[in-house]
C-alpha cells in the first residue's frame, strides 16, 4: 500500500473527489485534512528539547503562546 498527500485546490477538489468515488472502495481510504501542521516525531523531540534547553527557572510564557511559537517554527 502507498500513501500520498496531496493537496487539491478548491476548485477542483469536487470533481477530485468524484474521481476517487470511481475507485474500488476496499480498495483506497481517504483521509481529509485541513490547515493541519504535521510535523515529525523528530521535528516534534527537537522543537521540545530546545524549549527544555532554553527555559530559564523564573521566566516563562503561557501555555498558548508555547504552541504557537512550535506551530510556527
Known amino acids: 500500500m502507498h500513501t500520498l498527500q496531496l493537496q487539491v485546490d478548491d ?11 470511481l475507485l ?7 483521509l481529509e485534512r485541513h490547515n493541519i501542521h504535521d510535523i515529525s516525531i523528530d521535528e516534534a523531540k527537537q522543537k521540545v528539547q530546545k524549549a527544555l534547553n532554553n527555559i530559564s527557572s523564573d521566566q516563562g510564557i503561557s501555555l498558548d503562546e508555547a ?3 512550535v506551530l510556527q517554527s
Not at 11 to 20: D, I
Not at 24 to 30: A, Q, R
Open 11 to 21: 476548485s477542483v477538489f469536487e470533481k477530485f473527489m468524484g474521481l476517487l468515488d
Open 24 to 30: 474500488p472502495k476496499e480498495k483506497i481510504s481517504v
Open 67 to 69: 504552541f504557537n511559537k
